[in-house]
């Protein structure tokens, strides 16, 4: 058995009276490699897992099922327990139908493997998931059994949960049989598919029309600590909420007001909230993310977030004028190399940096560096009355912030920079690259790249001497902190001592991989987000055109404009919260929005067991133009403009997604053929799927999706894992910390195994049941704290390497 299978796992937390004492046991169980992790308390559903074996779980399973179904079958003909019954009987089919898939991919895990001490990889972490399914309808089953006679029983909510989390087995069991369907075509040894194009295109019009409601509902977030759900939770009603008013007022603080009295009927109508989820992440673009993704960016937030972070001497935003400077060549510093400003695509531009340092240093007060700050409020230097200056640190931190290359600044990371510059003691300079779509690649590599040569030679204005530099950085920014190295590598100039990647992607280029079928069910990183942040970040999507006057106003223009709007919006929010609960207790109907043959209050879950169960779903496997949100299925026809007509723009040659090589072309016109070629699409599914087996399809119509992908995504400045190992050579020690429930873990395993099959030193450190963007949400639990912790050791390490003193310089320690 491997030792994935035995880690504790989230589940549900809190007593149960129908679990008994005998399943509540278990062994204490942790990863030496990882300390953290035997601070962990399971919840229930967690020490079921931790206490078995796949087998006896899925066993155990099965008979509380029989025993439920045969109650329930027998208290007459009732539609509840008729509903009961069912769930039962479908609980026992999956279960029985997954338990194999689990275990073959469960004997080949260690395969892919980085070591023997870091066992993770895209196969562990779906059968952790499906453990994690199991271990909850384990645990409801056991309640159900133990409380069907009691007068107490809720019978509605527990008939609810179990099909939600029905619906999401039968899912994850068609992950299971995807993920042997990659073991069988790929290379030995290799996560990303690099095979038959064929079976590859057939693999995602399959996988794209998979039913996903089912993950942002009742289940959102099971397979995390029970700590962070109430988060998740919050984001996704958050979500629901802003996409809803995202088209009447583009952006700004009235959207975000009215989305707080909208959101109502989605907290409490978990169905509901699956399907608005599922029906945003298939419909908006690029833009919604990034205007979601950088409400922390607004004033009030993020001064609320900076309330609750360290004090800090030093927060200033400086402006680097573009301008050449020359940098000596590590191999003769008697020569030198000109570093040019940024050019690509918009021209000349200066650069923002933040720097932020707990102590105020010398240097970093000094008139030419007080000629850079640029004013961004009250906030940018706390000096408290003739401050004495610490004398300059030795040491270095550069920082480039992720985002999905499209959103964000420093601003939203400066919480935990905060924590950092004071646990480190370092100087931290955070670089604010321009952002995808309206600044595709390579801009941000140039921008940051530009940012670093700067630093390394003006350390001393930043308050460092610059003896130890490290680069550290979180998802899109582990990717730019990679590719910087490798530019300054090819430039001569110095590299840094090391580098800190958090959960980074290092593989744009479209390929399948076992963890990337998480994103089937991942809140913050479902496929078609993934897909279409890629996608700007290659030019394949296409700029907003929305006023250009908006545009100009900016982000406090906006929150002024928006300011005359909020007192209509809040009434108006605030009747159609009312409104809400009214529909929700049945007091009025809600005309026009739903078809009258459906209540609104059906159920996911319900709505997809009672659907035709044939080879297709009831979905057309054809390219589909996706509806506005405010429209129902009965108005495709209509000639107004869809929502993916006006915000998506028209399919380009580069747009990008993660499972297709560009080898696809061929076979994405084909696609787009006459039905008729809808059996060869689905030839891939009916030998992968046993016969008999169908997934539940999803009834928000299929994502149109591109089957091909830019060439520029195969740049090695783009996908640090394709380069070739001249140029991996050339990286100094790099420092991985990885989610195992991440899209994105495969990118760091064989990034990892890349290197050190070239001799290059190398760690990867793998944190258990937390999301991708855990940096972010440092101070929400103790799990993310030690998390955020690990990575500050990394780059202390870094910083203070053991043995004896390293001289500056490319040199790298060894690790």
């Not at 087995?169 to 095979?195: C, D, H, S, V």
């Not at 004398?391 to 905060?418: C, D, M, W």
């Not at 723009?649 to 084909?670: H, I, K, M, Q, Y």
């Amino acid at each position: 058995m491997s030792r994935w299978s035995k880690w504790p796992h989230p589940g549900q937390a809190g007593p149960s009276p129908g679990l008994s004492p005998q399943a509540a046991t278990g062994t204490s169980h942790s990863r030496q490699s990882q300390p953290w992790g035997a601070l962990k308390r399971p919840g229930r559903a967690s020490r079921l897992t931790h206490s078995m074996d796949l087998r006896t779980m899925t066993q155990s399973l099965v008979t509380l099922a029989e025993d439920n179904m045969a109650f329930f079958s027998g208290q007459g003909p009732g539609e509840t327990a008729r509903r009961l019954s069912g769930v039962f009987a479908g609980i026992r089919e999956q279960a029985l139908g997954l338990e194999p898939a689990l275990g073959r991919l469960l004997s080949v895990a260690h395969l892919f493997d980085l070591d023997a001490e870091t066992p993770a990889n895209g196969y562990r972490s779906l059968v952790h998931t499906a453990r994690c399914c199991l271990a909850h309808l384990l645990h409801k089953s056991r309640y159900v059994a133990s409380n069907r006679r009691s007068i107490f029983f809720r019978t509605s909510h527990n008939l609810a949960e179990l099909e939600a989390y029905l619906a999401a087995l039968t899912q994850l069991r068609a992950l299971a049989y995807y993920a042997q369907r990659l073991l069988a075509i790929n290379r030995p040894g290799k996560l990303f598919f690099e095979g038959d194009e064929g079976i590859t295109a057939d693999f995602l019009r399959e996988y794209v029309t998979l039913h996903k409601g089912c993950f942002y509902g009742r289940c959102l977030g099971f397979q995390f600590t029970p700590a962070i759900r109430p988060f998740l939770q919050t984001i996704s009603i958050g979500l629901v909420s802003f996409g809803e008013h995202y088209k009447r007022n583009e952006t700004g603080l009235s959207v975000t007001a009215s989305s707080l009295f909208t959101s109502g009927r989605f907290a409490i109508d978990p169905e509901l909230r699956g399907a608005e989820f599922e029906r945003i992440i298939q419909n908006l673009d690029v833009h919604f993310w990034k205007a979601f993704w950088n409400i922390t960016e607004i004033e009030v937030l993020s001064s609320l977030a900076n309330m609750a972070s360290a004090t800090v001497r030093v927060s200033r935003l400086l402006s680097l004028p573009p301008k050449a400077f020359e940098m000596p060549l590590t191999a003769d510093p008697k020569l030198t190399v000109t570093i040019s400003p940024p050019l690509a695509h918009t021209g000349p531009g200066p650069v923002l940096v933040r720097l932020i340092s707990y102590d105020l240093r010398e240097g970093q007060d000094s008139e030419e560096l007080s000629s850079l700050v640029r004013s961004e409020g009250p906030r940018g230097l706390e000096l408290r009355p003739r401050p004495q200056q610490a004398p300059r640190s030795r040491s270095l931190v550069v920082h480039i912030h992720g985002g999905g290359f499209v959103a964000q600044t420093s601003k939203s990371h400066e919480p935990y920079l905060k924590s950092w510059a004071q646990e480190l003691g370092v100087p931290i300079l955070s670089i604010d690259y321009s952002l995808a779509p309206e600044a595709p690649f390579p801009r941000a590599l140039e921008e940051c790249f530009y940012a670093y040569c700067w630093a390394v030679k003006h350390c001393g204005l930043l308050g460092s001497t610059g003896e130890r530099i490290c680069l550290a950085g979180d998802s899109a920014g582990g990717n730019l902190c990679f590719t910087v190295s490798l530019r300054a590598a090819a430039y001569g100039v110095r590299v840094p001592d090391g580098i800190m990647a958090a959960y980074p992607a290092t593989m744009l280029q479209s390929a399948a991989s076992p963890s990337r079928l998480l994103s089937l069910m991942d809140p913050l990183l479902p496929l078609s987000v993934l897909s279409k942040c890629v996608s700007a970040y290659a030019g394949g999507e296409m700029e907003d055109h929305s006023d250009s006057d908006q545009k100009a106003l900016g982000m406090m223009g906006l929150v002024r404009r928006d300011t005359a709007l909020l007192f209509r919006d809040l009434r108006l929010g605030a009747s159609s919260w009312l409104n809400s609960f009214l529909e929700l207790s049945g007091h009025k109907s809600r005309p026009n929005l739903v078809p009258t043959e459906e209540p609104m209050r059906r159920s996911v879950s319900e709505a997809a067991l009672a659907q035709p169960e044939g080879p297709l779903g009831t979905d057309s496997l054809k390219y589909l133009t996706l509806h506005d949100l405010s429209l129902s299925s009965e108005t495709q026809d209509t000639p107004e403009l869809s929502l993916s007509a006006e915000t998506l723009g028209p399919t380009t040659p580069s747009a990008v997604n993660f499972l297709f090589r560009p080898e696809d072309a061929p076979e994405e016109a084909e696609a787009r053929d006459d039905i008729s070629t809808k059996e060869e699409k689905v030839y891939s599914v009916r030998a992968a799927f046993p016969e008999g087996f169908h997934p539940r399809r999803s009834s928000q119509g299929a994502i149109q999706m591109p089957l091909y992908s830019a060439p520029i995504v195969k740049n090695p400045f783009m996908s640090p894992l394709l380069a070739p190992d001249s140029m991996l050579q050339t990286l100094p020690p790099v420092h991985i910390v990885a989610c195992a429930l991440d899209p994105m873990l495969d990118d760091s395993v064989m990034f990892a195994r890349r290197l050190r099959s070239l001799g290059q030193p190398v760690t990867l450190h793998v944190v258990e049941d937390l999301p991708h963007g855990f940096l972010s949400l440092a101070a929400l639990c103790r799990e993310t704290r030690q998390a955020a912790a690990l990575c500050v050791d990394r780059i202390r390490f870094i910083l203070n390497p053991p043995g004896p003193a390293t001289p500056a310089g490319p040199t790298t320690p060894p690790v």
